[in-house]
């Protein structure tokens, strides 16, 4: 018997349903003009970690286990003595999501996330930048699943940037509808 290999539940959606929906829609004349993701990063903000280093590690290793990959420690690039803040201090982290990894979260980040962030009444629709990417940003890392409550220190906020292969902005949230992105307008 052959083993199939695992794919993501959104990867394999897109290729049976999003696809033909999207070149429907926009009534495309090669496959390669149908948008798709392309990647979603993830940064998260930690100003705090300039007086206790200690922050910093905890942070990083909460986007770890939010991303499922070891994020890379965003540092300053000049010194800025006003907040006290020296040239390479670590100042934030990043993630750069691509392929399963990339599907995985946003299955997460739809079904699971979203709908425990507290007065949710959806996505703000106006968010693309003119080129089909989208952006967003959580007041609270604690929506996720892979974060214990009880084990936290502090709270962070984190910026989700989803990319896509997109022309336009009504291409990528048509894309990202049919990823059943709760949008509001």
């Known amino acids: 018997m052959v083993d199939q290999a695992y794919e993501p539940r959104l990867k394999s959606e897109y290729r049976a349903r999003i696809r033909a929906a999207m070149k429907e829609q926009f009534a495309y004349t090669n496959e390669m003009q149908i948008p798709k993701l392309d990647k979603i990063v993830l940064n998260m ?43 390479g201090m670590v100042v934030g982290a990043k993630v750069t999501l691509r392929k399963d990894k990339m599907y995985e979260f946003l299955d997460r980040l739809v079904t699971i996330a979203l709908p425990r962030v507290k007065d949710f009444r959806g996505l703000n629709g106006k968010s693309f930048d003119g080129r089909g990417n989208y952006a967003m940003g959580l007041k609270e890392h604690l929506v996720f699943p892979e974060i214990n409550y009880d084990q936290i220190e502090q709270i962070w906020g984190m910026d989700i940037i989803v990319c896509t292969t997109a022309k336009t902005d009504q291409e990528a949230k048509a894309l990202l509808k049919e990823f059943q992105f709760p949008f509001t307008n």
Do not use: H, N, W, Y
């Open 45 to 87: 903000g930690i100003g705090e970690a300039v007086a206790d280093s200690k922050k910093a590690q905890t942070a990083l290793k909460d986007l770890m286990a939010i991303a499922g990959q070891k994020p890379v420690a965003t540092k300053a690039r000049k010194s800025i003595a006003g907040f006290k803040l020296r040239e």
